[in-house]
């Protein structure tokens, strides 16, 4: 699933945020109804951070001059 996310991101990168947000978050809210179990909290947080991590790296590679 890790994967599936970061290789989306890397797809859709070059699209604007206004674009890439909105479905971006649709999955994530999916991934959240899906998985969200009391006890599996700190696996959805490693993945909303994984997201989030993977996100910045490829925002702030497409226009080195103004970084996110």
């Known amino acids: 699933m890790l994967n599936e996310l970061y290789q989306w991101i890397k797809q859709n990168r070059s699209k604007r945020l206004n674009i890439i947000m909105p479905m971006l978050k649709r999955k994530l809210v999916g991934i959240q109804n899906y998985f969200g179990l009391p006890d599996n909290s ?23 001059k103004a970084e996110f």
């Open 42 to 64: 700190k696996s959805i947080s490693r993945i909303y951070n994984f997201v989030l991590h993977t996100l910045y790296k490829w925002l702030n590679s497409r226009n080195l």
